[in-house]
């Protein structure tokens, strides 16, 4: 099973600013089969980022994925309040899907 | 516009059988090659997959569950069910249903299941 890993695991940020998340595979995933997720309190998650690097339908062009092997992040140009949340990560592997931990990225 | 809804008790007792159905509304379960799956998230923790079933039957269970769980579709009432036996408090959490091919793209509102006697 295919283990990853997030950090930090609390980004304080102020509005404006660049929020990087990082996602490390315990082994390679295909660039494929990463997707990044947001989650605010009380909601299901939202598909943010998938294949890596490509948006979502209707995802505003401040969220960027990149990354390939076993290293991934999830870049926020410029913190919008709306932004302030929990990410995830998820990869699809040998017939088994796993998430990370989650990154709480909260207003500084 | 395809919808899920999760639907089941809210309280199970301990070693009992937790089940819950995903009703989807919309569109077809059984059209398109889609997975749909189970997810959890226990108060205040992370993500958990538990397991999907594809449109033609297929399973597939995480691996930490497997002895536990069973997901099944029928397609005549839209919906797909989940069946997680022997449970404890360790299975308390907000259940989801989702729709996914490598990730998930569409998913329900989520459902507290609580474990207690």
């Known amino acids: 099973e295919i283990v990853l890993t997030q950090s930090p695991g609390t980004l304080s940020l102020s509005p404006g600013e660049r929020a990087t998340l990082s996602c490390r595979a315990s082994?390679?995933?295909?660039?494929?089969?990463l997707a990044w997720y947001q989650q605010k309190p009380g909601q299901a998650p939202r598909l943010l980022i998938y294949?890596?690097?490509s948006r979502a339908t209707g995802i505003p062009d401040r969220f960027s994925g990149s990354g390939s092997g076993t290293d991934f992040t999830l870049t926020i140009s410029r913190l919008e309040p709306e932004d302030f949340a929990v990410y995830y990560c998820q990869q699809y592997g040998s017939s088994a899907w796993t998430f990370g931990q989650g990154t709480k990225v909260e207003i500084k | 516009q395809l919808q899920l809804q999760e639907s089941g008790p809210g309280l199970v007792k301990p070693s009992e059988t937790l089940s819950l159905t995903c009703t989807v509304s919309g569109g077809s379960i059984s059209s398109s090659s889609y997975y749909w799956g189970w997810i959890r998230q226990p108060p205040g923790k992370g993500l958990e997959w538990i397991g999907s079933?594809?449109?033609?039957?297929?399973?597939y269970y995480n691996p930490s569950l497997k002895s536990r769980v069973t997901i099944s579709v029928d397609t005549s009432k839209n919906q797909f069910s989940l069946k997680l036996s022997s449970v404890t408090a360790a299975d308390t959490a907000v259940y989801y249903c989702?729709?996914?091919?490598?990730?998930?793209?569409?998913w329900g509102r989520g459902t507290l299941v609580t474990v207690s006697s």
């Open positions: 079933i594809y449109y033609s039957g297929s399973t």
């Open positions: 082994q390679s995933v295909s660039s494929s089969y």
């Open positions: 989702a729709r996914h091919r490598t990730n998930f793209d569409l």
């Open positions: 294949g890596a690097s």
